[in-house]
Every structure is written in structure tokens, then in C-alpha cells.
């Protein structure tokens, strides 16, 4: 017999597979205005039998039993069995052929996600069966028909058309029309009280429903966000020669949405800060608005028209909506813009996880959907664009577009792995994919990549590549292409590298004069640690393309890290020494960003102190000098960032109080509301403070996520100890983006001789969140809490709880290792300062 167990087995689901088909949910829900009251449902399943054995239906709900009212099979009312989180349907009671449920239920509320006056379902991966009985696989698609009967003043949308609405007694009730054919996961509605803007998306009648207030903001944004989206869907339909392949578009601004956007058909949802922008925007919020859209669009092709079979290969839909993104947004630039968006956006973040001792491989393997949340990561959404991009140049773009558009054809509105995939690409090329998989696709971590050169009457005599595995014995070899350049004072020669063996000579190099130095990886499309000539350092100006210079930054972190090259401090020192004259905007983002990292991770106290004062005096003068609005504005953010002096927090302070700002710089709510948060961190008593931002607040979301994030960073150490222990209830944890910047600055490093003390409680309620919060949570927990540490106590309490735990869920240890791995690094870089 088929063991019932807790979530959804990788056995239940094959053996479902077999069993039914031909399945469609007819559900109906009265949605009440008070979000602490129930919702009332009923449900009809129709689905296809094909009887095996005498094995049980198991019908997935993973809600309180009592909350399911009435059962019904075929038109006998039955007793209500519910075992492990399944609804259990004896043979007895079915037929083989078409075969009809119908349930009388109060909806569970895990992923209904009720605030004050509206709400959304976020279904992924395995949460529809918290809400309402399922079969709820990926495999398993279905028809769905939805009813919901909810306030009169809310609107509402869903996957299907609107059918029509009726009004009845201060309660409205819309009828929509029967979706396509979609996993659970996709399943969606949105209800509450938004504002709806009525535009067409390739000539069809289109809503955006949203709650910003900002009437710049809005008045900037919505025909960009239209547009955006058109130009992403016509890219697709003509790269894929297949048309937009649900019944209709519509779209959701959600405020603090918990992820950046959720690709139900006919109703995606978007994080309202990332949809929302005013005129200063600077180019990396309008690069991740564009490719944000364009991901989400994406998907409809990867993901929703076909889905991966099991969530083994979720991280499919995620790289192709990713690397489509980038192409379709990238179709405008030119090939250098096109490259630093892409360079910038990917690297920086796969590394951030692939250099972990806790690294996982893009494909991983999966007993149970109950962890698939766990699967999620930037190995998916960074390494994965980043693996495919090179296979793409392995087969070449053309053969790799026709592979995966007979992949996209064969298994449309069904399902796939990525073992269908790679037998179809495989079949458009000559090279040798199965192996490249191995390497990139299987197995973990990154190449250590370098070179060995020797000189002969001040030529190259001979040049020689190198690489190896930066953690373990194994010899694997990373295929893939890149390029590097010979600079030299009034020229640089730049070689395309074809990285096959773990040796290689570059013949083509021979003969060369000396350069000044060398850079590996110019073109910053190669995978891996890149060896440094230090040379380049002192010769830095010679490097005039922004992609090369990119490069080069993240070499030089990556190198740190490893404690090779170069000293925290001296890195610290050359970034500073770039800010007067980086004025590639991409570029002056990211060496802020490792100036942060760098001060606030890896300088030890006593060495911050040291470097304080004259780092904000280089960064307040950098902006200044600086002629870029948007080059002006991240000095400004980099120097509210790092300050700690009381001439700065004056300066700030000044800012801040009056509402007035630099010349050429200008601020919105969002910046004011960050700057007292910033200015909060250095007072003794913030309380004024923090209440007089929350006075200047105007928006009603963005009100209740400031008296989440305020508890967080009160100077009152009561208040902080209140608002941590609160997180051991869930509902406290309910909005999961407001407590993820809350933990941040609770757990910031002019706060952790305090908040050392929550670490063992956060790495005890770790298990507990991830099975009661959504896929990004564990993570964001993680991170927000340890990224910051480097105390020798905090790295001790890490490895207690592991080596006390020798049973732990193997993912979540890595995401533990994931994310404490600067507090690992600093141990030793902390000491070099």
C-alpha cells in the first residue's frame, strides 16, 4: 500500500501521475473585510480515474481537519478521514472515468496573505493544499473555475477572464471565466481595495491593479510598465515563434510583496517598490524594473505554458525567465551595455553563494515538495543565466534557439525536465553536452582560474592557462568561453579564450610585446576567481572600457576574499580611491556595495574607526565632484551608509530635519524614511526621531512596514528584545519583506554586542520558518541576521548548533553555511587590517 505521509512524496506523485487526469476545481469563496475572519468555500473536483489497486486517493489539504465541513464523492455524502495532511477517498467510493468531489470547507489562511484590506494568494511551490483540497503537484495541471464573493468596495482579478459581477447587500460577487490549463502552483486571486488602470496589451484590454499613492511615482511609471511589458512579449513571441499562450494579461502592485514578482497567467503580481518609480530613478532600479517584467513575462513560456514535471528542475523556468530577460531587455543596447548589466547583475550574487562551503549545484534533488522552497537561491536565478549563456555560446545562438523552441513545442501546456531539454539541445550540436552538464549543471562551486607567463627579450615567450576546483580534490574542468587582454599604454590586445582542458597553452599570445599588465576575464563573461596582476592597480586608468573595469572589481573582491592579492583594507583603499572618477554608474554601484561589505564585514572596530572619517570625507567629496545626478545620489547613500562621525551625522541630520538636500540631488519619501532609519542607528535616543518620520509618511502600506522596521531599531533595548521574541509567533512574521529589513538593522554592527544574543534563537526558529514561510524567507532570515557578524562568539554559536544538530535538514545547514560564510572569512581577513 502507498504510505500517507506528510506533504507531497515524490512516490504519491508519480503514482497520481498514472492514476488521474482530465482534472478541474470549481471553487467559491466569500471573502469577509475583517482579515481575522473566516473564509467560507466550496468546492467541486472533477477529475478522471484510472483505477491500479486498492490504494487510497490521497487528496493534499495541510489544514486543521476540522476546518473541512462536508465530503461528497459521486453523489454520497462520506465521513471526513484526513491523515498527514491528505484527504483520504477509498477506492469504494470512486469509478473508473470522470469522478466528482465536492467539499463544504473554511479556507486555511498560510497563503492567503490577509492585510488590513486586501490580500493575494502565493501558491508556490506546494501551497495551494494550505488553502483548499488538491492535487497539488506540478505535473497534475488543471481547469479552474472561481467564484468569489467579496466586499463591495474591493475589486478583485484572477488567471480567468471576469465572467460578470453581481452586487447583493454590500457584497459584490465576480464570476470568472475557466482559466487555462495550470499547476496549482499558478492558481491565483487577488482581492482587496486597489485602484485599477485600464490600458491594452497587444490590443487586448489589460488592468493594472495597485496602491500607490504617490502621484509621481505613478504618473513616472505606468505607461513604462505597460511598455516594458509589451516589448518584452512581442521579443518572446518572435524568439520562440509561438504566440503569447494564455487568454488574457493583468497585473498586480503588491506592497511589500514578499518576493520581486510571481508569473500567475493573467495575474501577475509585482513588488510595488520595484514597479514604482519617480524621475530620479537611477539606472540599476530601471534595469531591475526592465528585467523584473521581463522575467515575469518570460515565464508565461517557461514555467507556465510548459512546467517542469517535478521541482527537481524548478530552477528550469527560473534561468530561462532570467536569461530571457536579459536578452529581451538587452535588445536595445549595445553589446558593452548589454554585457555590464548582465556581468553586474549575476556574478556578484552566484558568487555570493557558489564561494560557500554550503554551495549547492543548480540541480538538486528532491524527495518530498514539502522542501522544495528550500531549492530556491541564487545559484537558480545568478549561476544558472550564467551557465546558459555559456551554453548558448558552446552551440551557437542559432542552434541553441532552434533546440529550445522544439522543446517549447513538444511539451506545450504539459510538462518537461530538464533531461527532455538537454536530449533535444544535445541533438543540435556536435560538442559534448552531457559532460558540460556534469560540471556546470550537477555538480557545485567554481573554478580557480589563473595563468603562468614568461618572458623572452621582453616578448611572451609563453602563455599558460590554468584551473582547478576552488574547494576539493576532483579534476573537473569548467568549458566555457571568456577573454583577456594585454594592456599597454596606448593600446590593449584583446585574445577570446576557448577554456577546454585543465592546462592550456595560448600560442596566439607568442611573440607579444610585455604589456604593462595583464587582466583575465576582460569581457567578464568567464566563470570563476580570476588570477590578478597587481600591476594593474597603479595602471588602472588605462583601463577605459566600463566592462573591463567591472571585471576587474569583482576579480579584486573575489581575491580578497580568498585572502590572495591584496588586504581588506588596501582593496577598501583602491575602491575609495575610484569614486571620483568611476562615472559608469553600474560600475560606481557596485565598488559602494563592496565598500560597504568591506567596512562593515571584514575591517575589524578598531580598523573602522581608523579609516571612518577620512572615508566619508573621500565619499562626501567624491559626490560632489561627481557631475551625474544619479552618480550623486549612491555617494549620498554610500555616505549614509558608512558614517559614524558626529560631523556627518549633523550634516545627515540637517538633511533630514529640513527636507532639503544636496545641490543636484534629489529625494523622495522612500530616501528620508531610509535616512532616519540610518540616523536612528547612531542615536542614543531615537524615539523623537522615528516618530516624526512616521508623521511624514503619507502612504498607508508603507506606514505599516515603518512600525514593524521602527520596533527593530529603537534605541530602547526592551523595545528590540520585544519586537525579536514577537518573531517566534508567526503571525508576527506575516509580513516576511518588512521583517527581513527589520532584521537588518536589528542585527546591524553598531547594534550586535546586543543582538549577539538573538542568533542561537534564530538558528533554533530556522525549521520552523521555513515551513511556515515562503520559498525566499530561510534565506532572507539567514542573511539578514548573520551577514554583518564578524565577532569570533557569533562564529562559535554557528558552529555549536551544527555540531549539536547533526540531523539537520541538509539544505537548510547550507543555507546556514551560505549565509555565514562572511562571518567564516572575516575570522581571518578581520586580522589582516
Not at 514604482?276 to 530601471?286: E, G, P, V
Not at 547583475?345 to 528550500?374: E, K
Not at 525536465?417 to 543540435?428: K, N, V
Not at 572619517?613 to 567629496?621: A, Q
Amino acid at each position: 500500500m502507498l504510505k500517507i505521509e506528510n506533504g507531497v512524496s515524490r512516490t504519491l506523485a508519480q503514482y497520481r501521475k498514472l492514476t488521474i487526469s482530465h482534472i478541474q476545481y470549481d471553487i467559491r469563496l466569500s471573502i469577509p473585510e475583517n482579515k481575522t475572519e473566516t473564509i467560507g468555500g466550496k468546492e467541486i473536483l472533477t477529475f478522471n480515474y484510472k483505477k491500479q489497486d486498492k490504494n487510497p486517493i490521497q487528496i493534499d489539504f495541510k489544514e486543521d481537519p476540522k476546518t473541512i465541513k462536508t465530503i461528497t464523492v459521486n453523489n454520497q455524502l462520506i465521513k471526513s478521514n484526513i491523515e498527514n495532511e491528505h484527504i483520504i477517498i477509498d477506492v469504494k467510493y470512486l469509478k473508473s472515468g470522470e469522478n466528482t468531489i465536492k467539499f463544504s470547507f473554511n479556507a486555511g489562511n498560510a497563503a492567503l496573505n490577509r492585510r488590513d484590506d486586501f490580500l493575494y494568494t502565493l501558491f508556490v511551490p506546494d501551497r495551494a493544499r494550505t488553502a483548499f483540497p488538491c492535487f497539488d503537484q506540478p505535473d497534475l495541471k488543471a481547469h479552474f473555475l472561481l467564484t468569489l464573493t467579496i466586499p463591495k468596495q474591493w475589486n478583485a482579478i484572477a488567471n480567468g477572464k471576469i465572467k460578470d459581477s453581481t452586487v447583493h447587500n454590500n457584497r459584490k460577487t465576480y464570476r470568472f471565466a475557466l482559466s487555462d490549463i495550470l499547476p496549482t502552483y499558478l492558481f491565483s486571486f487577488v482581492a482587496g481595495n486597489f485602484k485599477i488602470h485600464n490600458s491594452e496589451i497587444s490590443h487586448h484590454k489589460t488592468q493594472l491593479l495597485y496602491r500607490e499613492n504617490d502621484s509621481s511615482k505613478v504618473t513616472n511609471s505606468l505607461d513604462s510598465i505597460f511598455q516594458l511589458y509589451e516589448n518584452s512579449l512581442q521579443y518572446y513571441q518572435k524568439w520562440t515563434g509561438i504566440q503569447y499562450p494564455f487568454q488574457k494579461h493583468g497585473m498586480v502592485s503588491i506592497p511589500d510583496f514578499q518576493f520581486g514578482g510571481m508569473e500567475h497567467p493573467g495575474a501577475i503580481l509585482f513588488q510595488n517598490a520595484a514597479l514604482f518609480l519617480d524621475k530620479n530613478a537611477t539606472q540599476s532600479q530601471l534595469n531591475s524594473r526592465s528585467n523584473l517584467i521581463g522575467h515575469e513575462v518570460a515565464h508565461m513560456w517557461f514555467g507556465d505554458m510548459v512546467t517542469m514535471d517535478w521541482f527537481t528542475d524548478v530552477w528550469m523556468k527560473e534561468v530561462f525567465a532570467n536569461f530571457m530577460a536579459d536578452k529581451s531587455t538587452g535588445v536595445s543596447s549595445n553589446k558593452d551595455v548589454y554585457d555590464l548589466k548582465f556581468l553586474t547583475s549575476h556574478f556578484p550574487a552566484a558568487y555570493a553563494v557558489d564561494r560557500t562551503l554550503g554551495t549547492n549545484p543548480i540541480r538538486q534533488p528532491l524527495d518530498n515538495l514539502q522542501n522544495a522552497g528550500m531549492l530556491y537561491g541564487p545559484i537558480i536565478y545568478d549561476k544558472a543565466p550564467i551557465m546558459m549563456r555559456q551554453l548558448e555560446l558552446l552551440m551557437g545562438e542559432e542552434n541553441f534557439r532552434k533546440g529550445v523552441n522544439k522543446y517549447l513545442k513538444k511539451y506545450a501546456y504539459s510538462n518537461a525536465s530538464w533531461t527532455d531539454l538537454i536530449s533535444i539541445l544535445d541533438s543540435e550540436t556536435e560538442e559534448d553536452l552531457q559532460s558540460w552538464n556534469k560540471v556546470w549543471v550537477n555538480q557545485t562551486g567554481r573554478p580557480i582560474i589563473d595563468y603562468t607567463v614568461n618572458y623572452k627579450n621582453d616578448k611572451i615567450d609563453n602563455f599558460t592557462l590554468s584551473q582547478h576546483p576552488e574547494y576539493g580534490t576532483e579534476n573537473k574542468v569548467w568549458k566555457h568561453t571568456f577573454q583577456l587582454s594585454l594592456y599597454y599604454p596606448d593600446t590593449t590586445i584583446i585574445t577570446n579564450i576557448n577554456f577546454l582542458n585543465e592546462t592550456q597553452d595560448v600560442p596566439e599570445l607568442r611573440d607579444k610585446a610585455k604589456p604593462l599588465f595583464i587582466l583575465l576575464n576582460t569581457s567578464g563573461i568567464g566563470y570563476g576567481v580570476f588570477g590578478i596582476d597587481t600591476t594593474m592597480l597603479s595602471h588602472f586608468s588605462t583601463i577605459k572600457k566600463p566592462i573591463h573595469r567591472a571585471s576587474a572589481y569583482i576579480s579584486l573582491y573575489e581575491n580578497m576574499l580568498n585572502s590572495n592579492i591584496i588586504s581588506p583594507v588596501k582593496l577598501l583603499d583602491f575602491f575609495s580611491d575610484q569614486l571620483e572618477n568611476e562615472t559608469t554608474e553600474l560600475n560606481l554601484r557596485l565598488i559602494t556595495n563592496y565598500i560597504s561589505s568591506i567596512y562593515w564585514e571584514y575591517l575589524n572596530p578598531k580598523s573602522r574607526l581608523l579609516e571612518s572619517r577620512r572615508l566619508e570625507d573621500i565619499v562626501w567629496n567624491a559626490m560632489n565632484k561627481q557631475a551625474i545626478k544619479n552618480n550623486k545620489k549612491l555617494l549620498l547613500d554610500c555616505y549614509e551608509n558608512i558614517f559614524q562621525s558626529d560631523t556627518a551625522y549633523n550634516n545627515l541630520y540637517a538633511i533630514w530635519e529640513q527636507q532639503t538636500h544636496p545641490v543636484n540631488i534629489n529625494l523622495n519619501e522612500d530616501d528620508y524614511t531610509n535616512l532616519s532609519l540610518a540616523l536612528a542607528l547612531r542615536s542614543n535616543d531615537n524615539e523623537s526621531l522615528l516618530q516624526q518620520q512616521l508623521s511624514r509618511i503619507k502612504n498607508n502600506d508603507r506606514i505599516n512596514r515603518f512600525k514593524i522596521i521602527m520596533q527593530a531599531v529603537s534605541s530602547n533595548t526592551e523595545t528590540r528584545n520585544q519586537f525579536f521574541n514577537g518573531l517566534s509567533n508567526k503571525q508576527n512574521r506575516s509580513n516576511e519583506s518588512a521583517i527581513g529589513t527589520a532584521l537588518t538593522y536589528l542585527h546591524h554592527p553598531l547594534r550586535q554586542e546586543t543582538s549577539i544574543a538573538y542568533l542561537q534563537k534564530s538558528l533554533e526558529l530556522l525549521a520552523e520558518i521555513q515551513k511556515t514561510g515562503d520559498i525566499f524567507f530561510p534565506d532572507n532570515w539567514l542573511r539578514s541576521t548573520f551577514y554583518n557578524y564578524q565577532y569570533s562568539k557569533a562564529q562559535e554559536i554557528v558552529h555549536t548548533f551544527l555540531a549539536t544538530h547533526q540531523d539537520y535538514n541538509p539544505t537548510l545547514k547550507n543555507k546556514i553555511l551560505q549565509a555565514t560564510d562572511n562571518l567564516r572569512r572575516a575570522q581571518k581577513l578581520s586580522q589582516q587590517n
